[in-house]
């Protein structure tokens, strides 16, 4: 058992790196891979990820001083992101290289026989269409307010992000949903399919429309499609305990843990990974 789930969740890392991949620059260096984020420097855009089984400590501390010129050379902050069952010796390698824990988030998958399906009354989701710039603007303006507290509430998203969205939207690498509660929109929530494998992400709620439902009924849509469309998994990080508990309402079990390791503690408003419920 314990075998076939390393292999599962091996597979979930070898798509998960593809996946980010395609809009990224991928550096290789030693066993890991650089993913350095072509537009932003925000931390948790920008990270490195094992790849190959690890070598010594001393081999892999060599290694990490590669990745910190790499990642200074493109004014980024090095971080790793993994799952800690497949790498248990990277930890500690992490840390005598002069690296911090940045986080610890419980990771989740969800099958479909696992599925428990949930709807709120008057919640409505709908799947983003690359040509419907009114919704795909609501999509961005909700998401904006949820992660980037630094915007205003009703400063309306860019032209460029809108384009972006569309673009992604339109060549398959995203399907994005947002929902609404009574006719306002309220939430939004992102699969990145491939290969019948997805990440749930960007799951993100309005403060003032909270503990309604959003949540649930939000990630029931998208998982309901991703399994429709023939996926077999899908899996999340989960941000909280109340997130946590929202994704196994639904059929979520958790499997380990993926950590976040950073080269110092950097505090960035626009890095609140997931507040949602």
Not at 53 to 81: M, Y
Not at 142 to 168: G, M
Not at 246 to 271: H, P, Q, W
């Amino acid at each position: 058992m314990e075998e076939s789930l390393n292999q599962l969740l091996r597979r979930i890392e070898e798509i998960n790196v593809k996946v980010a991949a395609k809009n990224r620059d991928v550096i290789a260096v030693g066993s890991f891979q650089a993913l350095i984020d072509r537009e932003s420097e925000l931390t948790w855009l920008n990270y490195a990820v094992p790849v190959e089984h690890l070598g010594r400590s001393s081999e892999e501390e060599e290694v990490i001083v590669e990745l910190r010129e790499v990642f200074r050379e493109r004014d980024r902050t090095l971080r790793f992101e993994f799952i800690q069952s497949l790498y248990p010796t990277l930890p500690e390698i992490l840390e005598q290289a002069g690296l911090n824990l940045e986080a610890r988030h419980p990771m989740l998958l969800c099958t479909p026989a696992d599925f428990q399906p949930n709807h709120a009354l008057g919640v409505q989701v709908r799947l983003l269409d690359a040509s419907e710039e009114t919704n795909t603007s609501s999509y961005l303006s909700v998401r904006n307010q949820c992660f980037y507290e630094d915007l205003a509430a009703d400063e309306p998203p860019t032209l460029k992000e809108i384009a972006e969205l569309s673009e992604q939207i339109q060549a398959g690498q995203s399907r994005c949903a947002l929902a609404y509660l009574n006719g306002i929109p309220a939430g939004v929530g992102v699969t990145m399919p491939m290969m019948g494998v997805c990440e749930l992400a960007g799951v993100a709620t309005l403060p003032t429309l909270r503990r309604q439902g959003v949540a649930k009924t939000l990630c029931s849509f998208l998982i309901k499609d991703h399994f429709e469309g023939g996926g077999d998994l899908v899996w999340l990080s989960a941000g909280n305990a109340i997130a946590q508990a929202t994704y196994e309402s639904i059929g979520f079990r958790v499997v380990g843990s993926r950590l976040n390791y950073i080269d110092a503690i950097v505090i960035n408003s626009k890095a609140n990974i997931e507040r949602f419920v």
